[in-house]
């Protein structure tokens, strides 16, 4: 019977340490204690995880941008035309996207005027009123920011920017030898918008005045001009010519600068600028 029931034990010990294996467990110092997640999974029932693939993003194209400017030297008070065409490389097309025609203004690129490119070139148009370095800029999905070398346009003295001056002192009153800037007396006030509109230097007479600049006809007159009425051949008064038959000037004692007809017909008229 002992050795029976000894016998018995050992089967019974064995059978357990089968079943324990069998469950992923082993039996340790009297404690139970599970296997690792590794060594209980069996190559069959292990998961399999998959690892994502990324498609690579596809390189961003560097457009070819083309600008032109129509005028490097503009009369003040014109428009200024830039003409822009972007191509792309890999398919000799137009690049869509945006232009941005770009001044250099108190030390940083600013944007004057925004096109967008759809098929073709762009033209962008702005009016500066004195000389500028500028420049284009192309920005598109799927493409490298392109820059255009910078160009400098100088602006001229023009007689568009003459009478715009002049007509700044409508309403100042005329007083005797005064040469402004908040009264004048007739040649006082010429001298004074030359020199401010076109940096020109004239006499404080308006007998001296007649003889500068380039000699033009009364037919050929243009706005911004010099008139000077005359008695005879010496020049009593001066003003600038406003179109239409009309002159900015400062009249007499009691009047105030503004735009009069011309009144007679003996005067010459002197072009200081363009």
Same mark, same amino acid.
């Given at each position: 019977?002992?050795?029976?029931?000894?016998?018995?034990?050992?089967?019974?010990?064995? #059978?357990?340490? @089968?079943?324990?294996?069998?469950?992923?467990?082993?039996?340790?110092?009297?404690?139970?204690?599970?296997?690792?997640?590794?060594?209980?999974?069996?190559?069959?029932?292990?998961?399999?995880?998959?690892?994502?693939?990324?498609?690579?993003?596809?390189?961003?194209?560097?457009?070819?941008?083309?600008?032109?400017?129509?005028?490097?030297?503009?009369?003040?008070?014109?428009?200024?035309?830039?003409?822009?065409?972007?191509? %792309?490389?890999?398919?000799?097309?137009?690049?869509?996207?945006?232009?941005?025609?770009?001044?250099?203004?108190?030390?940083?690129?600013?944007?004057?005027?925004?096109?967008?490119?759809?098929?073709?070139?762009?033209?962008?148009?702005?009016?500066?009123?004195?000389?500028?370095?500028?420049?284009?800029?192309?920005? #598109?999905?799927? !493409?490298?920011?392109?820059?255009?070398?910078?160009?400098?346009?100088?602006?001229?003295?023009?007689?568009? +920017?003459?009478?715009?001056?002049?007509?700044?002192?409508?309403?100042?009153?005329?007083?005797?030898?005064?040469?402004?800037?908040?009264?004048?007396?007739?040649?006082?006030?010429?001298?004074?918008? !030359?020199?401010?509109?076109?940096? +020109?230097?004239?006499?404080?007479?308006?007998?001296?005045?007649?003889?500068?600049?380039?000699?033009?006809?009364?037919?050929?007159?243009?706005? #911004? %001009?010099?008139?000077?009425?005359?008695?005879?051949?010496? #020049? !009593?008064?001066?003003?600038?010519?406003?179109?239409?038959?009309?002159?900015? %000037?400062?009249?007499?004692?009691? @009047?105030?600068?503004?735009?009069?007809?011309?009144?007679?017909?003996? !005067?010459?008229?002197?072009?200081?600028?363009?």
């Amino acid at each position: 019977m002992h050795e029976h029931n000894s016998s018995r034990r050992r089967r019974a010990s064995v #059978g357990t340490g @089968t079943v324990a294996l069998s469950l992923g467990l082993c039996l340790c110092a009297g404690q139970l204690i599970a296997a690792s997640p590794a060594a209980a999974a069996s190559p069959a029932t292990a998961a399999v995880v998959a690892t994502p693939v990324v498609a690579a993003a596809a390189p961003a194209i560097t457009p070819q941008l083309a600008a032109t400017t129509s005028t490097r030297n503009l009369p003040w008070g014109s428009t200024l035309k830039v003409t822009a065409k972007v191509i %792309d490389p890999s398919t000799g097309k137009v690049a869509k996207g945006t232009v941005r025609l770009q001044a250099w203004q108190n030390g940083a690129w600013r944007t004057w005027d925004t096109e967008t490119v759809r098929s073709g070139a762009v033209t962008l148009a702005v009016k500066p009123t004195s000389s500028v370095w500028l420049r284009t800029v192309f920005t #598109g999905t799927g !493409y490298n920011q392109k820059v255009t070398g910078k160009v400098n346009v100088k602006v001229k003295a023009s007689g568009a +920017k003459v009478l715009a001056e002049a007509k700044k002192h409508k309403g100042a009153l005329y007083k005797f030898g005064a040469s402004g800037p908040s009264r004048f007396d007739c040649s006082g006030f010429t001298k004074y918008v !030359y020199k401010k509109a076109a940096g +020109k230097s004239l006499p404080h007479k308006a007998n001296s005045q007649q003889k500068y600049g380039k000699a033009v006809a009364k037919s050929n007159k243009k706005i #911004g %001009d010099l008139i000077v009425f005359r008695n005879g051949s010496y #020049g !009593y008064h001066a003003g600038i010519y406003a179109g239409n038959g009309y002159i900015y %000037d400062s009249p007499r004692t009691g @009047t105030r600068v503004g735009k009069h007809k011309i009144w007679n017909n003996n !005067y010459v008229v002197r072009r200081l600028v363009a």
